[in-house]
């Protein structure tokens, strides 16, 4: 018989660490997001909840003959409802990571999430609403197991971010760039050669958690002039959304984090945050200045993100969520998700929702809205459409002395460390096509970006 625990704090499921990182390692899905080092990190930071305050960790560990055979990591928040107090309960990591599942032995997958249902359900008056969001095909939460019964609760899925990555299955980058669309080549050509023409780009890239602190503050910097500040969506938001990513640069932490960082004419004008875990690379975050939009810098980048998953021997390149109208380009296979919600019948969230279903019957509109190939977010905030800015002149990059001073020596505290430093020259030459400047240049630390 399985028997379920429920810890609400880290420290006191401590001595399950171990076992908790073991069983993620030989799960159906195993993933950086299902570490413990990770949840630990993720709920001292949540920017959402400052200090903890609002959210009570329900971490569930599943124990089979007094062994850990699954667990699975939530959360119960507090939300207002016309003015009154509701509970509810979902996974402790939000949208920003890959998926979050049951984790447990693919023999007890089924046993376990029947267990946690019967806690859950019968803990049923601690919360109003069970929330399980981007649960695909393979979730063994949503539909729930064929012996779980939701007689009772309303349910209700809802389409959720699809997520996007890409199966790696060539030996080189060159292969993988003729395996693009012929639309999809031309365009990256043709961006990442105007880009390398435009000025001196040189390339810092290291996993070193030594000088990865170093990296993170150029990416910071380029943060401040992204579409993305204007649409409050960058790291740099809110102080405990900094302290996380710094979290993840920790030496302890099992996925081992790579920052790029594009240089022109010696500023930082994009970034690119990735971590890599077993046999996977997940793309964290990426950033670039909106000034030099019109090159394309992110182009580029996901070229070098695709050169280290082919170079390192990644199974996998993980795009997460959300723009897969995007992500297909670059040949990623898209999940579909959805959005699990289970109310308790007659608890003020049921009503709620009861009465949002009857208006959208109402007042839907009859014909289906077009799905959008562009985001709309950046549209918003740049004011005009994606793809419309022309070439122009280069905008003055000039920043202050003491922006400079400050630049200069980040970037000399990065080339002291281990990592890959590239030229314009030795750049050119890594790219998939002919770009004009010279090429066949030998790469004087290549190997550095993957050494352990």
């Not at 159906?28 to 009570?56: I, K, M, Q, W, Y």
Request: proline share 5%.
């Amino acid at each position: 018989m399985i028997e379920v625990r429920c810890f609400h704090a880290f420290e006191e499921a401590e001595a399950l660490r171990k076992e908790v990182n073991a069983l993620n390692l030989v799960s159906a899905r195993p993933d950086p997001f299902s570490t413990f080092e990770f949840f630990e990190n993720f709920l001292r930071h949540d920017e959402c909840f400052p200090g903890g305050r609002g959210v009570r960790l329900w971490f569930l560990a599943a124990f089979l003959d007094g062994r850990l055979a699954g667990y699975l990591a939530l959360k119960q928040v507090t939300r207002k409802i016309l003015g009154l107090r509701t509970s509810q309960i979902g996974f402790l990591v939000t949208h920003d990571n890959d998926r979050p599942h049951v984790v447990a032995r693919p023999g007890h997958l089924s046993r376990v999430s029947e267990a946690f249902y019967a806690y859950l359900l019968g803990r049923k008056q601690e919360w109003s609403v069970l929330e399980f969001q981007q649960q695909d095909d393979t979730s063994s939460l949503f539909p729930p197991p064929a012996t779980v019964s939701l007689e009772g609760y309303l349910v209700r899925p809802w389409p959720s971010l699809e997520n996007g990555t890409i199966q790696v299955r060539w030996g080189t980058l060159h292969e993988y760039f003729k395996a693009l669309a012929k639309g999809s080549r031309h365009n990256v050509k043709r961006q990442v050669r105007h880009l390398l023409a435009a000025g001196n780009v040189e390339l810092l890239a290291s996993s070193d958690p030594a000088i990865t602190p170093a990296l993170f503050e150029l990416y910071r910097g380029i943060e401040l002039r992204s579409w993305k500040s204007k649409a409050n969506a960058i790291i740099g938001r809110h102080p405990e959304r900094v302290e996380y990513v710094k979290g993840l640069l920790d030496a302890r932490q099992p996925m081992r984090i790579t920052i790029e960082i594009l240089l022109f004419d010696g500023h930082p004008i994009a970034g690119f945050i990735r971590g890599a875990f077993m046999q996977g690379l997940y793309a964290l975050q990426m950033v670039y200045d909106d000034r030099l939009r019109h090159l394309a810098p992110g182009s580029a980048l996901q070229l070098m993100a695709m050169r280290q998953a082919i170079d390192g021997r990644y199974a996998f390149l993980n795009l997460l969520s959300g723009f897969g109208y995007f992500k297909v380009r670059w040949l990623a296979e898209i999940t579909e998700t959805r959005i699990a919600q289970i109310y308790r019948v007659g608890s003020l969230p049921f009503w709620h929702r009861t009465l949002g279903d009857w208006k959208r019957r109402v007042f839907a509109a009859k014909s289906k809205q077009a799905p959008m190939l562009f985001n709309p977010v950046r549209r918003v905030v740049n004011g005009q459409e994606d793809g419309q800015t022309g070439p122009g002149k280069l905008p003055d990059l000039q920043t202050s002395p003491e922006e400079r001073a400050r630049i200069a020596a980040l970037i000399t505290e990065v080339r002291k460390g281990r990592g890959e430093f590239l030229s314009a020259t030795e750049l050119a030459a890594v790219m998939p096509f002919e770009t004009q400047r010279v090429a066949g240049v030998p790469l004087r630390q290549r190997h550095a970006l993957y050494a352990e």
